[in-house]
């Protein structure tokens, strides 16, 4: 290149054409630019200016040229359309490559750092700005944020934050899409997110204020977006009534069956060993009294004949004495069998009887989870009573019986908890086939 044209070259390397290329994005220009040291000329306020509009080419190699100038970068000059994908992952890229450049000895800064890094899902520098204690006015916005960002969570320490600012974390949470993985992720950390702020309320009853006096755009994103907040709210109410009101978990019918036949080979045992302990033992007192007959025997005839005719009169006796044990034990029996009916309570299968709060009722049920039964959730056919409002079933199980006559199959849809404690099962939603067999009277 000869001086002339170096000449010409040098002399439009001016501010003016800068934003020109700028306009254009022809980012070969403005690479050329900044490395001819276009800023250096410009004031703080106008370098900043710049600064934003360069970041806006969306180029790393033009980020790259300006973090070697002297001036730290900022949150502003990041501050982009996020509704363009391309720029988000940008800034998350910018973040992420010269995290160094930002000044984090001023909170201003670190809030603004903090906002933009929640807005763009870059749980890395939300984690850096944790662990350095910065940016906690901004820590309720970790809510509303991507699950991999709200993750960071777990990093907040005790007292690090004011309960109602974790009150609020907690509510942009239930507002947001992940809602139920963001409780899955706060129950597995044990976080408790039924914390109560200053004025007594916890992040679910702010969110039942909402509900209440929100009002929801006109349209169908509107309807969806209430639609969603009240199952939420429901969820979290069920949550929170669970935990005041834990229920014993019922044995399975397979596992009573088990211990039942474990009960029993146990039983079987102990009486074969009792039977051939009794059998010996019966074994010797036999040799004994053969011996001893053998001895007392005698050849006296008249001895032999009184023996026969006592034997035959204790023979009469003893027949008579069988015949009236059989005729006692007989009525004994008859006696017994009488009472028992008598005493036992049976269900009636009245089919005009109808269901009602607090009736004891007998039932069959399968339970299906995305139409396929599981382990333990069948009755198979042995029957098993309940008590109609008792609360021993999950859900509102027995409530969906109530009003329902003797011998109707009844489908009744419940939801786990979450900690039911069967991985299967934990928040899963299972549909029980439930058959009225009768109600006790």
């Not at 940016?135 to 007292?159: C, K, M, R, T």
């Not at 009150?167 to 109560?196: C, G, H, R, T």
């Not at 001895?295 to 027949?319: F, N, Q, R």
């Amino acid at each position: 290149m000869s001086s002339k044209e170096k000449s010409k070259t040098t002399a439009d390397i001016t501010p003016e054409n800068l934003e020109k290329a700028i306009d254009k994005y022809q980012r070969q220009d403005v690479m050329r630019m900044l490395k001819g040291g276009v800023l250096s000329g410009l004031d703080d306020e106008k370098k900043a200016e710049m600064y934003h509009r360069l970041a806006g080419l969306r180029s790393l190699e033009i980020m790259d040229v300006l973090s070697k100038q002297k001036e730290p970068f900022t949150a502003d000059m990041l501050n982009l359309d996020f509704e363009v994908f391309q720029n988000r992952n940008f800034v998350r890229d910018v973040l992420n490559k010269y995290g160094k450049k930002f000044d984090y000895s001023n909170e201003d800064e670190c809030n603004k750092l903090f906002v933009l890094a929640c807005t763009v899902d870059d749980e890395k520098t939300v984690k850096a700005l944790i662990r350095q204690k910065k940016a906690a006015d901004s820590y309720p916005l970790i809510g509303a944020a991507s699950l991999p960002v709200f993750e960071q969570i777990s990093l907040i320490q005790s007292g690090q934050i004011h309960d109602d600012a974790r009150v609020q974390l907690y509510l942009q949470a239930f507002l947001s899409d992940e809602v139920e993985k963001k409780l899955a992720y706060m129950d597995e950390n044990k976080i408790d997110y039924f914390l109560k702020n200053t004025d007594g309320k916890t992040a679910a009853d702010l969110l039942e204020e909402r509900v209440k006096t929100f009002k929801y755009g006109n349209n169908k994103k509107g309807t969806m977006q209430k639609r969603q907040e009240e199952q939420t709210l429901k969820l979290l109410r069920k949550i929170q009534f669970d935990r005041e009101h834990p229920v014993e978990k019922k044995m399975s019918v397979k596992k009573l069956i088990l211990i039942a036949c474990i009960c029993i080979a146990a039983a079987a045992v102990i009486g074969a060993l009792a039977g051939r302990a009794y059998v010996k033992n019966n074994a010797s007192s036999e040799t004994e009294d053969s011996s001893a007959e053998e001895e007392t025997v005698t050849d006296d005839s008249s001895a032999d004949a009184e023996t026969t005719e006592d034997t035959s009169a204790d023979d009469e006796v003893a027949a008579d004495d069988t015949t009236s044990e059989e005729d006692t034990a007989s009525d004994d029996t008859d006696t017994d069998e009488t009472t028992d009916t008598e005493d036992s309570t049976s269900y009636s299968t009245d089919t005009s009887l109808v269901v009602a709060d607090g009736d004891t009722v007998n039932i069959d049920y399968t339970g299906y989870i995305d139409d396929v039964a599981f382990d333990g959730g069948s009755t198979d056919g042995a029957g098993t009573d309940l008590v109609i409002g008792s609360g021993s079933y999950i859900d509102d199980f027995e409530d969906q019986l109530i009003g329902a006559n003797v011998g109707d199959t009844v489908t009744v849809t419940v939801t786990f908890p979450e900690d039911y404690g069967v991985d299967d099962l934990n928040g899963q939603e299972a549909v029980f086939e439930v058959t009225i067999n009768g109600i006790y009277e």
